[in-house]
């Protein structure tokens, strides 16, 4: 959830919306004191030690740190994510720092948030074209001049926006992205996707410029999106056709929404992770809207997600080892040091080592960087380089959704909200789940991007089961939407 420091006026005002009365269990109560001991007996055997409170603060320190220059009112901030590289490692990070870093995003249900993320493609209003890089540029430092929001650059390039914990951000192909503040309501994602749209807009349309919440490009061929001038974006264009089909075009051209989600224990993220796995090609059926390419049908109801199954299966896909018995943290950092590594960040430059190992990194041998070692900041970078349909980092990224306008931004939080933050919905769904096999999910993410709803599943449809997953989720968003998560 990378992320405003002042909250838009609408936020403040939402902020003291009345507090549901309801007290359904899980919904506006807390946890329960066995869950608690549980989150705590699992969260802090990783970060008692003072070596890994040590190691864990090279990433909390850093992600507030930035090299940033002071001019009136705003500052420019030099490094956008990955973090700056300040630290200088005097003992080498083990597997059990690795497993702490994860496991240090637990957290009391009172402090739970709902973090949205949204994509979308910017266009000429005369040529319906797509904007240029200096189109872009032009729009951020205007937005940053009208609206009070840092620019993050790179060399000499803006690539970014910052205001607190909210942050604006460039995909491959200039797609133009909002990192949203974690947020205590439903209520307050909202007034915060119509803040940035509005400021967007207002600058904008001064410029001809208009945007569009879609899935998938739906008119322009690669060769017309242009190229960001981010060195991250540089490693993986060079590396994508080498491991895929489709990677350029997941680049450059789709967009997504997504919500990021907290957890309590590593009990309970399992139990997110599951349901969210089991249910991702659900919210993808939903959620789709990319039926068009280059002008034209392609047969599909979600080219985006279809995109994702011959982008890179390394380090994509709904990873079955979730549902084993043995799961936990542990084993998605195991997960994790297996996937191939795209680059390494040091003194403001992106050092190219894709398709190279993290364990390497580990003991020293990585080719790239022969002898030196890798900080936390630096697992924390790889994290962001895998692209599951639930992705683990210090929280839970619902990954599935295509992009769309704004009462769809609005509803992706809600729905998974709904889920995966009321106990009794949680449990229904991973009863409902439960005797999914692993060739079932399979299926269904591979069929849904076509046939949606409905894709046969067992003795219907997968509406069926969509209309039941809705139902839970509904019950308690209606109470959430007005209430703070902590109530």
């Known amino acids: 959830m990378t992320l405003i420091s002042r909250a838009s006026p609408s936020c403040r005002v939402l902020t003291d919306v009345t507090r549901c009365t309801i007290r359904r269990s899980g919904v506006c109560g807390l946890a329960k004191n066995a869950e608690a001991s549980r989150m705590k007996e699992t969260c802090v055997s990783f970060s008692s030690s003072s070596r890994y409170s040590a190691k864990i603060s090279q990433v909390l320190h850093l992600d507030n740190a930035g090299i940033g220059i002071r001019r009136g009112r705003r500052s420019i901030v030099a ?17 059990e720092d690795l497993v702490g870093y994860l ?17 979308k493609f910017g266009f000429e209003f005369g040529t319906l074209r797509p904007m240029k890089y200096e189109q872009i540029a032009e729009l951020l430092n205007s937005i940053a001049e009208r609206f009070d929001w840092e620019k993050v650059m790179e060399g000499d390039y803006i690539i970014g926006l910052k205001q607190g914990k909210q942050s604006i951000s460039l995909e491959p192909g200039g797609q133009f992205e ?7 309501t439903l209520h307050q994602t909202c007034a915060e996707v119509n803040s940035h749209l509005y400021q967007v807009k207002a600058v904008a349309e001064e410029m001809g410029i208009g945007f569009l919440g879609i899935g998938f490009q739906p008119k322009w061929g690669l060769k017309d999106i242009p190229v960001m001038p981010k060195g991250r974006y540089e490693i993986m264009r060079n590396y994508m056709p080498k491991v895929g089909s489709l990677g350029l075009d997941m680049m450059f051209r789709t967009c997504t929404v997504q919500v ?24 993808t059926a939903l959620f789709a809207n990319s039926p068009f390419t280059e002008g034209k049908p392609n047969g599909y109801l979600s080219m985006r997600s279809h995109i994702w199954t011959d982008t890179d299966n390394n380090r994509a896909g709904m990873l079955p080892f979730v549902f084993d018995d043995s799961f936990g943290f542990e084993q998605y950092v195991d997960y994790a040091l297996d996937v191939p590594m795209y680059f390494v960040y040091r003194k403001k ?14 003991a020293g041998k990585l080719p790239c960087l022969p002898g030196e070692l890798p900080t936390l900041n630096d697992w924390e970078n790889h994290l962001t380089t895998i692209f599951p349909e639930v992705r683990l980092k210090r929280y839970l990224e619902m990954r599935g959704a295509d992009g769309g306008p704004w009462r769809r931004l609005c509803a992706l939080p809600a729905f998974w909200v709904g889920l995966l933050y009321d106990e009794d919905s949680l449990q229904n769904v991973l009863d409902m789940t439960a005797d999914w096999t692993t060739g079932e999910r399979q299926m269904l993410r591979n069929k849904v991007p076509k046939t949606g709803l409905k894709t046969p599943f067992r003795d219907g449809l997968l509406r069926h089961v969509a209309q039941d997953v809705l139902k839970l989720s509904k019950v308690t968003w209606s109470c959430l939407f007005y209430c703070p998560l902590s109530c």
Not at 108 to 119: A, F, L, N, Q, S
Request: hydrophobic share 40%.
């Open 178 to 184: 909002l990192s949203g503040a974690p947020l205590e």
């Open 79 to 95: 490094a956008s994510p990955p973090t700056e590289d300040a630290v200088v490692v005097t003992e080498p990070l083990t597997k």
């Open 103 to 119: 496991a240090s995003g637990c957290k009391p249900k009172e402090k739970w948030r709902i973090g949205t993320e949204h994509e």
């Open 260 to 283: 990021n989600l907290d957890f309590s224990s590593e009990a309970d993220m399992i139990r997110k992770f599951r349901a969210g796995l089991a249910l991702q090609p659900i919210a």
């Open 349 to 362: 430059k992106y050092i190219d080592c894709a398709g190279m190992s993290f364990r390497d990194f580990l």
